[in-house]
């Protein structure tokens, strides 16, 4: 993929408004790349975790956009503008354990499911955010997983 596709890519993914497009396919890019960057499956070259975390990102963005689509976007996000970082962290957490209820990978753990579906969450409340002008606020900064 050259440079000019990849800005393409994400003007298009910030283009793009709630409830229009919940979680799109570069997004979804994004997401799996990320997970196939912390994570690690031993038995697997890293062409082929890349393959596989595409299709639990979209597993797990499916069951997301199934939940989202039944209740709608104002139900689903019910409070989160209003809501300060702790607040949003508990909403992320919870929402992650009712969707991990529905979800299973047989190759992640529940842990790395709930981790998963959190990374994606987050991603969604950040665009509903954005789509009312609105942004996350800034944490501050730690290593992510005791390394980075």
Same mark, same amino acid.
């Given at each position: ?19 229009f497009h919940v ?32 299709k639990i990102v ?11 689509? =039944? ?25 992650? =354990? =009712?969707?991990? $209820? =529905? ?9 790395? $499911? $709930? ?8 991603? #969604?409340? $950040? ?6 002008? *609105?942004?996350?606020?800034? *944490?501050?900064?730690?290593? #992510?997983?005791?390394?980075?």
């Open positions: 993929m050259h440079k000019k596709d990849i800005v393409r890519l994400c003007s298009e993914t910030n283009e793009l408004k709630l409830p979680i799109s396919k570069p997004q979804r890019i994004v997401f799996a790349s990320f997970l196939n960057a912390v994570l690690d499956i031993p038995i697997l070259n890293e062409a082929a975790e890349q393959v596989l975390f595409m979209d597993v797990i963005a499916d069951a997301i956009e199934r939940q989202f689509e =039944k209740v709608g976007h104002s139900i689903f996000f019910e409070g989160v503008s209003d809501m300060g970082e702790t607040q949003l962290d508990l909403w992320i957490k919870s929402t992650a =354990k =009712k969707m991990n $209820e =529905k979800i299973d990978i047989p190759l992640l753990n529940e842990k790395q $499911e $709930e981790e998963a579906i959190e990374y994606i969450l987050h991603g #969604m409340v $950040e665009r509903f955010l954005a789509s009312d002008g *609105k942004r996350l606020p800034p *944490k501050e900064k730690k290593k #992510m997983f005791g390394f980075i």
